[in-house]
């Protein structure tokens, strides 16, 4: 099985949205690939709990369901990096730097998205731009 790592700034919105949805999408055509989700700045983000209500009800509104229970946020580690196969960051403008800051060795090593939180657009607008991601790289998968 290889592993999928979706990350955004605090693991919250975004990147859950991501781990479900390719989660769920995988399954559905049989692919050996799982995912998962983390956040660049967990730690400044600390105060939140569990998963985006944005991301949970866009989900059910979806029919996919949530893998497991409403964790909390994750930070992405060293380890993780190295043991994904594929590791996507979801706002290269937000992203980038922050991998440089944490991690300059690997940086180029992620894939970088265009998908904007909510500074800058509403779930309605941010979270179908997501989804055509998710679904344009599961096909890209499963055509590899």
């Keep these: 099985m290889k592993r999928a790592i979706f990350l955004c700034s605090a693991n919250y919105y975004r990147s859950r949205f991501a ?9 559905e055509v049989d692919l050996q690939w ?12 600390g105060h939140l709990r569990g998963m985006s209500s944005y ?22 580690t060293l380890p993780d990096l190295a043991n994904s196969d594929l590791v996507v960051a979801v706002k290269e403008a937000e992203h980038r730097q922050m991998m440089k800051d944490q ?10 998205w265009h998908v904007d ?17 998710v679904r344009a790289l599961v096909e890209r998968l499963k055509a590899a």
Excluded: T
């Design 117 to 133: 939180d909510l500074d800058c657009a509403q779930p309605e607008e941010a979270l179908p731009v997501l989804e055509d991601h």
């Design 103 to 112: 991690f300059p060795l690997f940086v180029d090593q992620v894939e970088y």
């Design 19 to 27: 781990e479900n949805l390719f989660n769920w999408l995988a399954s």
């Design 55 to 76: 991301a949970i009800d866009a989900l059910e509104c979806r029919g996919i369901p949530i893998n497991g229970d409403h964790r909390n946020p994750k930070p992405f």
């Design 34 to 45: 799982r995912a998962d989700s983390m956040g660049l700045d967990v730690v400044r983000w």
